[in-house]
């Protein structure tokens, strides 16, 4: 029976493309851009990737086409402006894709099954737009230069909008933090700092590969990438690793151990090209004892009743006690970059902030501290914090008093957008575009395809 379920809804998605899909071809140039082809493949690559992603795209067979057209003008621009990808990014963007359809499908098995693809293949597709996506952002930057929006720009766009016509924003609000990183022994140093140098004796040695024992053994998640970081530039890393991996200059010697934030690690040179350099690394993260995070949290519950007992305030914790050096100069308010907004802010979405402290933050009223808790930080560190709700800001329309910054941005994003587009419009007059009968009937975005 649910063969036959299968086979029903395998007819119905079949039946649902177009005629010119529905033919036993293998693959078919559809459309020309310049002297790059855009093949049927890649509009059903493209696909998949967005039914991974959970969007639908309405007229997918219309839509991306043009997409993947106008993609083609950006990268044949950032190739005339020598601009490059970035490696780490890719690894980067591509491994949170993969993490983010792990977790919506479960196991790696559904996952390959839905996507009709390996675990591989789908990294290595997701680096590939991950690339694409890098040099075609800094060829818009460009395109867009330098919008400058004042003030009162941004007040007379928005006067005549009605209230409820602005955008939405959610409920928000503002986190202070105090964060104590438990210690570790120095036997545990030793054993970790031992078993690396072993490591180090057997790559130099040529009893083993480096790649192969990052396989193996690296926490890092460069790991199933056999500790390959990709050519990346020296502020990307932390200083402890950028310095060693900068000072490298022989690809058959492994560096010493180098201590930094995320633990210790091995380091092995690649290449250099211009700024950039790639390495493979080993990271090992030391093990600390249960009694060391029940220690931390005794001490983070007896900060939390001085406070209260106003001994002293948050802030003044935060700034004498906390061990998290990105919020403790700044009265333990922690802050993020808007993905709205590109800009930096203190104000959260519930949704945008690690799940433990989200937990926490929703029991509490402004001004209320949490018990002491621990939770795995961003750098991969099990740590012991208590947080304290100093604001929340109830959802509303969009105003200039309160939401500036945001509606800032729109007026400047939309005059970017507009040279962007004018931008694509004089570029198809001069690029020569084919495309396949079959393929032009669609209403696309940009008139001017159809020459």
């Known amino acids: 029976m649910n063969k036959i379920k299968g086979l029903f809804l395998l007819f119905l998605a079949v039946a649902a493309l177009p005629c010119w899909a529905q033919k036993n071809v293998v693959d078919e140039v559809i459309w020309v851009v310049g002297d790059e082809p855009i093949l049927l493949s890649d509009v059903e690559e493209a696909r998949v990737g967005y039914e991974m992603s959970g969007q639908a795209v309405e007229n997918a067979y219309c839509v991306i086409p043009e997409q993947l057209a106008i993609q083609k003008l950006f990268l044949h621009q950032a ?4 601009i490059e990808a970035d490696e780490a990014y890719a690894i980067k963007m591509a491994d949170a894709q993969i993490n983010q359809n792990l977790q919506r499908y479960g196991t790696r098995e559904n996952l390959e099954a839905i996507a009709r693809r390996t675990v591989s293949q789908l990294r290595d597709m997701y680096k590939k737009q991950a690339r694409d996506d890098y040099r075609i952002k800094n ?4 395109i867009a230069g330098d919008i400058k929006v004042t003030p009162a720009e941004v007040r007379e766009y928005f006067k005549n909008v009605p209230q409820d016509s602005l955008p939405y924003v959610q409920t928000q609000v503002e986190v202070q933090i105090i964060t104590t990183e438990p210690k570790v022994s120095k036997e545990e140093v ?4 031992s078993r690396l140098r072993e490591f180090a004796r057997r790559v130099n040695s040529g009893e083993s590969d480096f790649a192969t024992l990052a396989r193996f053994y690296s926490q890092d998640g460069s790991a199933r990438n056999g500790g390959e970081l990709g050519y990346t530039g020296k502020g990307v890393w932390v200083p402890e690793f950028a310095n060693v991996a900068f000072s490298l200059t022989d690809p058959k010697k492994v560096s010493k151990v180098v201590r930094s934030e995320f633990g210790f690690h091995i380091i092995q040179l690649i290449g250099k090209r211009g700024d950039k350099v790639n390495v493979r690394h080993i990271l090992l993260k030391p ?3 249960d009694s060391e995070y029940e220690r931390g949290v005794a001490r983070l519950d007896s900060i939390a009743n001085d406070i209260r007992a106003e001994k002293f305030t948050f802030e003044q914790a935060a700034y004498n006690l906390s061990d998290d050096k990105d919020t403790r100069n700044n009265n333990g308010l922690m802050g993020h970059i808007s ?3 590109g800009s930096r802010t203190s104000r959260f979405k519930m949704e945008e902030l690690p799940s433990e402290i989200a937990a926490q933050i929703e029991k ?4 209320e501290i949490s018990p002491a808790f621990t939770w795995v930080n961003e750098k991969g560190q099990m740590v012991c914090s208590v947080v304290k709700l100093k604001k929340r800001i109830e959802g509303h ?3 200039v008093t ?7 941005n729109l007026v400047t994003e939309k005059r970017s957008q507009e040279k962007v587009d004018s931008w694509i419009k004089e570029k198809i007059k001069k690029t020569y575009v084919r495309i396949n009968p079959d393929w032009k009937g669609c209403d696309f975005q940009y008139p001017y395809w159809a020459k």
């Open 79 to 82: 190739e005339l402006d020598s």
């Open 364 to 367: 509490l009223q402004p001004g």
């Open 139 to 142: 060829v818009q930057r460009k």
């Open 402 to 408: 309160e939401d500036f910054q945001m509606l800032k």
């Open 287 to 289: 093990e600390i004892e």
């Open 339 to 341: 993905m709205e907004t």
């Open 397 to 399: 329309h969009a105003n």
């Open 190 to 193: 030793e054993r970790v700092e």
